[in-house]
Each structure stands twice: as structure tokens, then as C-alpha cells.
């Protein structure tokens, strides 16, 4: 339960190995003596040293697997499993990047991409959303991207991918007004993590520490009429989504090609 | 590695849209109110809501029912039996015209019966008259498990007297009243200048009075206050027309907070300079009930509100209430409002807040989660010498401070399970602190 100074209590974190989800999730420990964590992905090793470190922060943490590709209700009851009515903040850090640009060209990629960050990372957001709505309180960390407004030629799939993601947590949060949970569609731009190491940096790359002020600054303002649903980072990528969402295709596949120079 | 513990949500209901805030306007949920239902109370998750007179999230349950009690009054010859949702405003319009009254009365009238009891209000004469609880002939409780009437022997009254409602609904409640010679009463003030000056003061003052409280002004550079000391006449007159009657000046919301330290330093000199030692005749009602006159005041705090921080320092440790009031004179947070008052002996109740010793409220804006870290200090200084939060009041203890101050916490629980052993009968506050069960921090400390 979050207390009067905006202090949380327990925080879930689906895709427990996350950098920027761990980011988040230290941060709401530190500054917001969330005492409660619950780490849950696939592997267990990585859980624990991440459990280990979040101990050293003051929190009790739990394990609790979770496979983006499991069958629908096997993810859903895995969801419900991490979740009790005294969970404040869900984190939905659950996604796959493909090393290569041409993902469109391998199916099997391909399937995988949107088999986790669409199918599973889909039925994940909706388990989360309406445990909240029935407990009647907190908020549900979307992380999605800004290569969600448009699947440019470079991220194809991915774009795709987090698009259809994108809806759902942007559907997700307009039905939960009135409910007193909301949802947080998180967009960032390229932040340095394990996830994009072996790719090229694009521009206003950040860090996954400015990713986690940016939900705990979101947390500061309450639930209402008014309350933003949606976070960009940093903000000035709101701007650039606004420009590639509205590009001509012909000028969006040259600047493109352009990067694409610049950065081979 | 840690087992997550994950309570089961029993009764589930579709999320309502009464949309609920704390007194002080930080806290805000979303639950559905309706009138106590007997049937439903055992197979829905909810707690009892009141006036929504406490200071946080004690009288909702988020996704879940906030039940509203009956409110009709019965009023016989030296007791009064009533519905748990009468207002005491109201009882008192009923009551002071016969000539009786109750012998506990906190600062604002606003609450219900039923809420006194569950938080097991106090007046600035707890010294000598106890707890709103000591004054209870027998309870109708509503639980889980069916319907009970419950007297002052009973284990189920003492859990239920300060048991912020997780016990049950109290559906119907019977009060000794005890007679009421006027409306008038005699009224010292004594501006008093540094802590040590004000306790004697305020020592002094409860030999020869009943209702002893001291306003402090903690932004001032040295610590100041007014000492108030009441004592209802006991020739009369009584007039009618000095009935308690809700506040006819309402402060509307506000964009944002005049809460400043500016500001508040400007008010409290000009309160301290205009105050002079002396004794006046004044109504009843303005010395005992200062929060019955102006409505809505939590608006001046803007949209983020405030939080009302009331511990108790037992008898023999002025040193830590000296360093408490240092604490907050320290905060970057303005220290709006502080109160202080003297306890007698504890309560009936398991959670009962009264023992014996100093008692200092403090309103605070709700500025952001580095005030909590230092309210955290303060309770853990506080809990170290046997004190606590006031439960009513509180909107941010740690969950794992609360067994220290509450000893009778264990004891508590058993009675609660055994009249819901389901656990349907929850609050934020239930959740927020682990009350009927224990957080997980305590079992992987």
C-alpha cells in the first residue's frame, strides 16, 4: 500500500533480470522504502544475484518464474502468482531486442520476437492490469519503446512487436481510469543495457538510471483525470516520435539508410 | 531466498467508483460505499467508513466495500443508544438540551460514534475522564461471522475499542452520558516561551482544570505556545443557542498550498503576540472543539494535502519529546500545526493509542517520500522509550514498527481471527501496516 508521502510497499518486477526494470525497481527501494520485492523471470541464476544485490538495499525479495512463451494461462497464473493486494507497483520489463536489423528476413526470429514481446508480454500486461483493477489500487510500469509509433525499416519486427504492445498497455490504461490502478506506458530511446550492447548507439541515448527517475518522478504526480499515462525518455524524445511518426516513408527510409551509414 | 507470501483476495468485487480521500487529503482510494449489509459483511472484503475523519487510509478498503453505519438515536435517562454512523455533532444537538453530554469529546465533531470508538478517541481531558472507550455500556458488532453484542468484559470490546474497525462493524452503540450544568466555561490562556516553561505550565494547569492542551509554534526561533486551560462551569448558564453546529465558513480547494514557512511564521507570531495570560468565560463549544470552525481548512494545504503526525512520549522521558519537537523544527517540511497534551493511563483496548505521558500531534504537508524517511526516525526514538503512533492518525509508519508499540498486537490479532477468520474485514491501513497479518519482513528479518 503507498503511504502518505508516496512511499510503496511491495513492487513486482516481471522480467526480473531487466536492466532498466532493475534500475526502476532499486530506485522505488531507495527512495521510496518499498521493503517488498518479487523478481520474476526465467532464469533462476541471474534472479538470485539480482535478488542478492536488491537485499544489500534493504528490501526482502522473493523468486518467481516466468516464461514469456509458456502457454496464455500458464503466463497469466504466473503473473497472479507475484501479485497480492498490497502490490503498489508492477514492473513489465519483458521483451527480446534481435541482434540483427534484417529480423524481418528469418522467420524463426521473427516468430520468437513477437512471440515474446507482443503474445507474451501482451497476456502479462493484462493479467497484471486486472489483478490491480480488482484490488482496486496501483500502478502498472509498461515498459514499451519509442520504435513503438512506427516500424521503421531498420527495427521492423521489433517495431511491429512493440507496437501491438504499445496499444494494448495504451488501451489498457484509458479502461483502468476510474479504478483507482492505472497503467504507465513507459517510452524510452536507446538506453545503454545488456539488451543493446551489441548495437550501435542512436541518438539521445540515456542510461537506465534516467529511465528509472523518469517512473519514480511519474509516481510523484497521483492518480487522476490529469495524471499522465504516458512517460518518455528523455522527454525531448516525445519530439523525435512526433517527427518519425509523421515522416513521408521516402524521407523515412533515407534518414534511415542514413544512420545506418553513419553508424557501419 | 525469501518465500513470498501472497494472501488470497476472498470475495473479490468489481471496483467501484466512490472515489475517497484521507482527512488531510494525501491518501486517496477508490471503494465502494454502501450501508452495512449483515449478509454481504460475510462474504465481501471491507471495512466501516465513517465521516472520513482520520488523518489517512484507516476507514476505506481499496476494491473492496466501506460499509456505512445505521444512524438513528435512542436517548434514555443516564445512557444513549445509538447507531454506529451517528455524528456526534449530532448527538450533542440532542443531548445538551436535556442537560447531558458526553464525558469524552475529541477536538472535532465530526466523527461518528462508531469511529470514536474504533479509534478510541481522547479529549483534552484524558487525564481525568479516560478513553471515549471507558465510557461504552455494550456494542452490536457486525463481523464476518455474525452479529454479537459485546460488553466491556468482553475480549471481543477490547479489541474492538481502538481496533480501527478490523474486528467488525459496530453497528450499534450503547453510551453512559453524565450531566452538563452549562455551555460556558472558564478559559486560561498562558503564552508560554521554551519547552521546558511549557510543560511546567501546562503541569501546573491540570491541578486546577480539565481540558488541558498547549498549542506550539515550532517555526518561531525559539519554541513557543499557548497554553489552554478549560473548565466547564458548573452553575450554568445553558443555552440552546450554543449548540455545537457545523462550521459556517468552508475553505474551498485550493490550486496550491498556502502552506508555507513564510506564511505559517507570519500567522503563528500574530497568534502568539495577540494571545495574553488571562482567564475568560467563553462557550464550550469554542474551547473544546477549535477544528468545528472553520470547514474544509485541510484545503489550504493545496492538492498534495497533509499528514498528521500524533506519538506518545511515556511519563519520565521528556528528553526524547524535547528531541522530537527538535526533529521537526529540523525538517525542511513546515511544521504547521502542533499540539500538545498531557495522557492519563492507557485505554481499554488491545490498540488503544493513550498511555501515560506526552502526547504532540503535528500537521505536515505531504511534501514527498524524504518526509517519511524522517517521521520514520522520529517513531523509532519514540517506540525506543515505549511510545507510539496514533493509529487514527498515522499515514506512514513502517510496517515492522508497529509490534513494538503495540505489545498487545499479538493478543489482538487472535480475537480479530477468531471473529473473522477469513480476514474479510481489511483496510488500506490493515494492508499498509500488516495489522491483522504480519508483512513479510518480519518473518525474513
Known amino acids: ?89 508492477v514492473v513489465h520489463a519483458v521483451g527480446v531486442l534481435p541482434h540483427d536489423d534484417r529480423d524481418g528476413d528469418d522467420p524463426g526470429l521473427a516468430t520468437a520476437v513477437f512471440d515474446v514481446n507482443t503474445t507474451g508480454s501482451g497476456v502479462m500486461l493484462l493479467a497484471a492490469a486486472r489483478t490491480l483493477q480488482a484490488q482496486g489500487h496501483g500502478t502498472l510500469v509498461a515498459l514499451s519503446s519509442v520504435a513503438a509509433v512506427r516500424a521503421r525499416p531498420d527495427n521492423l519486427v521489433y517495431g511491429a512487436a512493440k507496437a501491438g504492445y504499445d496499444a494494448l498497455a495504451c488501451g489498457l490504461a484509458d479502461q483502468l481510469r476510474g479504478t483507482g490502478a492505472r497503467v504507465l506506458v513507459v517510452r524510452p530511446g536507446f538506453i545503454h543495457s545488456r539488451m543493446t550492447a551489441t548495437h550501435d548507439e542512436a541518438p539521445l541515448a540515456r542510461h537506465p538510471s534516467d529511465v528509472a527517475v523518469a517512473v519514480d518522478r511519474a509516481l510523484d504526480r497521483r492518480d487522476g483525470p490529469t495524471a499522465r499515462r ?35 | 531466498m525469501a518465500d513470498v507470501v501472497a494472501p488470497t483476495m476472498p470475495g473479490a468485487v468489481p471496483p467501484g467508483a466512490d472515489r475517497v480521500t484521507s482527512f488531510g487529503r494525501a491518501l486517496r482510494g477508490r471503494t465502494t460505499v454502501a450501508p452495512l449489509d449483515a449478509g454481504a459483511v460475510a462474504t465481501t472484503r471491507g471495512i466501516t467508513r465513517g465521516s472520513g475523519c482520520s488523518y489517512g487510509d484507516q476507514a476505506w478498503c481499496s476494491g473492496g466495500l466501506s460499509w456505512t453505519a445505521p444512524v438513528d438515536v435512542r436517548i434514555g435517562t443516564d445512557e444513549v443508544d445509538v447507531g454506529g454512523g451517528v455524528v456526534l455533532r449530532d448527538l450533542l444537538r440532542d443531548l445538551w438540551p436535556l442537560g447531558r453530554t458526553l464525558a469524552v469529546l475529541p477536538g472535532s465533531l465530526a466523527v461518528t460514534v462508531g469511529g470514536a470508538i474504533a479509534a478510541d478517541v481522547h479529549g483534552k481531558n484524558h ?54 450544568a452549562s455551555t460556558w466555561a472558564t478559559h486560561t490562556t498562558t503564552p508560554v516561551t521554551g519547552v521546558t516553561d ?126 522530537v519537537v527538535a526533529c521537526h523544527r529540523e525538517l525542511p517540511i513546515v511544521p504547521a500545526l502542533a499540539v500538545l497534551k498531557w495522557l492519563g493511563d492507557a485505554g481499554p483496548g488491545h490498540l488503544s493509542f493513550p498511555r501515560r505521558g506526552w502526547t504532540l500531534a503535528v500537521d505536515l504537508p505531504a511534501s514527498g517520500p524524504g518526509l517519511g524517511d524522517h517521521l520514520d526516525a522520529i517513531d523509532q526514538r519514540v517506540a525506543a522509550v515505549g511510545g507510539r503512533v496514533y493509529l487514527a492518525k498515522d499515514a506512514t509508519a513502517a510496517p515492522g514498527a508497529i509490534a513494538a508499540m503495540y505489545p498487545r498486537l499479538a493478543e489482538w490479532r487472535r480475537v480479530a481471527d477468531d471473529l473473522d477468520p477469513d480476514h474479510l474485514v481489511t483496510s488500506d491501513l490493515d494492508r499498509r501496516l500488516g495489522l491483522r497479518r504480519p508483512g513479510i519482513e518480519v518473518a525474513d528479518a
Open chain 2, 198 to 323: 511549557l510543560l511546567a505550565t501546562m503541569e501546573a494547569a491540570r491541578a486546577d482544570h480539565e481540558h488541558v492542551a498547549a498549542w506550539l509554534d515550532l517555526v518561531a526561533p525559539h519554541v513557543r505556545g499557548i497554553v489552554e486551560a478549560t473548565t466547564v462551569d458548573v452553575d450554568g448558564p445553558r443555552t440552546d443557542a450554543m449548540l455545537p453546529s457545523p462550521p459556517t465558513v468552508r475553505v474551498p480547494p485550493l490550486p496550491t498550498s498556502l502552506v508555507r514557512r513564510g506564511s505559517i511564521r507570519v500567522a503563528n507570531a500574530a497568534r502568539f503576540r495577540l494571545a495574553r495570560s488571562a482567564t475568560t468565560r467563553v462557550p464550550l463549544t469554542s474551547a473544546l472543539f477549535p477544528l468545528e470552525s472553520v470547514g474544509g481548512f485541510p484545503h489550504v494545504y493545496g492538492p498534495t494535502g497533509f499528514v498528521q503526525h500524533q506519538v506518545v512520549v511515556p511519563d519520565g522521558h521528556d528528553d526524547v519529546l524535547v528531541d
Open chain 1, 230 to 264: 504516458i512517460v518518455w525518455v528523455p522527454p525531448a524524445m516525445a519530439v523525435v516520435a512526433a517527427g518519425i511518426r509523421t515522416m513521408p516513408g521516402p524521407v523515412l527510409t533515407a534518414v534511415a539508410r542514413r544512420l545506418e551509414e553513419r553508424g557501419g
Open chain 2, 127 to 180: 487525564a481525568s475522564a479516560g478513553t471515549f472507550g471507558h465510557h461504552v455500556l455494550g456494542l452490536d458488532l457486525v463481523t464476518p461471522s455474525g452479529r454479537r453484542a459485546v460488553g466491556p468484559e468482553d475480549e471481543a470490546f477490547r479489541a474492538t475499542t481502538g481496533g480501527m474497525g478490523l474486528t467488525g462493524t459496530i453497528e450499534r452503540a450503547r453510551l453512559a452520558t453524565v450531566p452538563l
Open chain 1, 1 to 89: 500500500m503507498r503511504d502518505g508521502v508516496g512511499r510503496l510497499q511491495r513492487v513486482v518486477l516481471l522480467g526480473g533480470t531487466s536492466d532498466i526494470g532493475l534500475a526502476i525497481v532499486e530506485r522505488l527501494v531507495r527512495r521510496r522504502r518499498a521493503a517488498e520485492v518479487v523478481l520474476a523471470g526465467r532464469d533462476a541464476d541471474a534472479l538470485e544475484e539480482a535478488a542478492e544485490r536488491l537485499r544489500t538495499c534493504g528490501a526482502t525479495v522473493g523468486i518467481s518464474p516466468l516464461s514469456a512463451t509458456a502457454a496464455g494461462p500458464e503466463v497469466a497464473a504466473a503473473v497472479r502468482a507475484t501479485l497480492d493486494v498490497r502490490t503498489d507497483v
